[in-house]
T-cell receptor, first 113, second 113 residues
C-alpha cells in the first residue's frame, strides 16, 4: 500500500526554469511533510519541511505548497540550475512520529544548461 | 559538527550469512532511524531508536534487528541473508524529541551473492 504517491518519476527542465514535483497522501494523520534531495552515492539531504497548519513555506529557491483539503503537497524549485540535478523524495510522518518517514517513490530531476 | 557516519560503506556477503552495520549519529542526537533503499521498493523504514529503546518498527521480517547504545550509536543486524537484502542501508539521526528533521548518513551498500 503506497501511502505517499509522487509524480512525475522523471523531469527535465531548462536552466532558469521552474521544477515542480507533486505528492499526494492518503492518511489524514500525517502531520509532517519533508522533502529530501539525493545525489548519486550520497544519502538523502533534508531540503525543506512543512506542517499542515501552513499552506506555503519558502527557503531560498525552494518552496513547498500544501493543500490540506486535497491531501497534496508540492515542491517548486525556482530558477533551476544544473547543480539541482538529483533525485527528490517527498515524505510524510504521523502522530508526532517524525522518526518513521513514509517516502514517495522519488523524482529524477535533470536540469539542462 | 560532524555528520552521521556509517560503517562499513561497502559490504559483500554470501546468502545465509549475517551482517552488522554501524551508525554514529550527529553529536547530541538521541534518535536514530534506519531505512532500506532499493531501486524497486524505494526508501522503506526499518526501525527507530530513541534513548536505547525501539520506538517504531517497520514491516520487515524478524531477521532484521537493531539496537542503540548509551552513547546513541546504533547497529542493525540482518541474519540469514537473502539475495533480496541487497540494498543501500541508510541511517538518520535527529536531535528533535519527536525526530523531526532527520539527517541521513551516506549509507552502507550491502551486496548479497
Amino acid at each position: 500500500q503506497q501511502q505517499v504517491k509522487q509524480s512525475p518519476q522523471s523531469l527535465i527542465v531548462q536552466k532558469g526554469g521552474i521544477s515542480i514535483i507533486n505528492c499526494a497522501y492518503e492518511n489524514t494523520a500525517f502531520d509532517y511533510f519533508p522533502w529530501y534531495q539525493q545525489f548519486p552515492g550520497k544519502g538523502p539531504a533534508l531540503l525543506i519541511a512543512i506542517r499542515p497548519d501552513v499552506s506555503e513555506k519558502k527557503e531560498g529557491r525552494f518552496t513547498i505548497s500544501f493543500n490540506k483539503s486535497a491531501k497534496q503537497f508540492s515542491l517548486h524549485i525556482m530558477d533551476s540550475q544544473p547543480g539541482d540535478s538529483a533525485t527528490y523524495f517527498c515524505a510524510a510522518s504521523r502522530d508526532n512520529q517524525g522518526g518513521k518517514l513514509i517516502f514517495g517513490q522519488g523524482t529524477e530531476l535533470s536540469v539542462k544548461p | 559538527k560532524a555528520g552521521v557516519t556509517q560503517t562499513p560503506r561497502y559490504l559483500i556477503k554470501t546468502r545465509g550469512q549475517q551482517v552488522t552495520l554501524s551508525c554514529s549519529p550527529i553529536s547530541g542526537h538521541r534518535s536514530v532511524s534506519w531505512y532500506q533503499q532499493t531501486p524497486g521498493q524505494g526508501l522503506q523504514f526499518l526501525f527507530e531508536y530513541f534513548s536505547e529503546t525501539q520506538r517504531n518498527k517497520g514491516n520487515f521480517p524478524g531477521r532484521f534487528s537493531g539496537r542503540q547504545f548509551s552513547n546513541s550509536r546504533s547497529e542493525m543486524n540482518v541474519s540469514t541473508l537473502e539475495l533480496g537484502d541487497s540494498a543501500l542501508y541508510l541511517c538518520a539521526s535527529s536531535g528533535n524529541p519527536i525526530s523531526y528533521e532527520q539527517y541521513f548518513g551516506p549509507g552502507t551498500r550491502l551486496t548479497v551473492t
